[in-house]
């Protein structure tokens, strides 16, 4: 990790506390993952190097890894690093090489990936526009970003459950809609390709994104997927 990143030290044990929980937690709430890992996979090509940021305990990273030349998982805990590389190494997933990175500092070079992935993280994450810039800066300028972000602030009922959320003490830090999630991921410098809202327990925005600067024939503005 690069010094000075900017992650705290509370975050950090936090998440750490998490690790042996979050499969399990995963499991019994997060009922749009079997769709999000079915759009996500539907993005990759063999030749890709992708990079998943904050990537918890790998449920991504294990399932693309057989669809990409290699993964780079990183995350700021290192217990979810290591719950992560324990089930990969269990499952013999030999192209997903695991690294404890802070997400607004990362130890690589500019323009190292094909794709990099940030899912369910970006409103648990006090600096979001930092991260995304930061994710940024590693991606090809012909690459893709993949991003999926929960919005507890797309209605009545999501804000209600945010804030009943805080009251376990959950570190939820901001109650994104689908269309401000949107816009972030405009403001760190990427032109929105795709969107789509999933919503079987609770909203999940997917997006699909590209540097801005990026121009293929034909994209001209965001599609529905
Ligand atoms: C809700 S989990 C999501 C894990 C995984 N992406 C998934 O979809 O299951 C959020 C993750 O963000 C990580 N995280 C929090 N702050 C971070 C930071 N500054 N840099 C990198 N990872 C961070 C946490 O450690 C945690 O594993």
Redesign the pocket.
């Known amino acids: 990790m690069k010094d000075g990143a ?2 705290s030290k509370s ?1 950090v044990v936090f ?1 750490n506390r998490l690790s042996g929980h ?1 499969d399990g937690f ?1 499991r019994l709430f997060a009922r749009e993952y079997p769709e999000l890992l079915r759009l996500i996979s539907a993005e990759l090509q063999q030749k890709d190097a992708v990079l ?6 790998g ?2 990273s294990q399932q693309i890894s057989p669809l990409v030349q290699r993964v780079t998982a ?4 290192p217990a ?1 690093i290591a719950v992560a590389a324990a089930k990969a190494q269990k499952l013999g997933l030999a192209n997903i090489a695991f690294s404890v ?4 500092a990362l130890d690589f070079a500019d323009d190292s990936f094909d794709a990099v992935i940030i ?3 970006l409103h ?2 006090p600096e979001p526009l930092r ?1 995304l810039k930061e994710a940024g800066r590693v991606l090809q300028p012909q690459g893709k970003l993949l991003t999926a972000t929960y919005c507890h602030g797309e209605n009545m009922k999501t804000r209600f459950l945010f804030w009943l959320l805080h009251l376990t003490g959950f570190r939820a830090w901001r109650e994104f809609t689908s269309k401000s999630f949107g816009e972030l991921v405009a403001a760190a410098g990427f032109a929105v390709e795709k969107t789509r809202l999933l919503h079987i327990h609770f909203p999940l925005i997917y997006v699909v994104a590209r540097p801005f600067g990026y121009i293929e024939f034909g994209s001209a503005s965001p599609e529905e997927v």
Not at 52 to 57: D, S, V
Not at 74 to 77: A, C, E, N, P
Not at 101 to 104: A, E, K, R, S
């Open positions: 900017g992650a975050d998440w979050y995963m998943e940021m904050a990537c918890g305990t449920i991504i990183t995350d700021i805990s979810m990175q802070d997400g607004y899912a369910n993280a648990v994450i991260m």
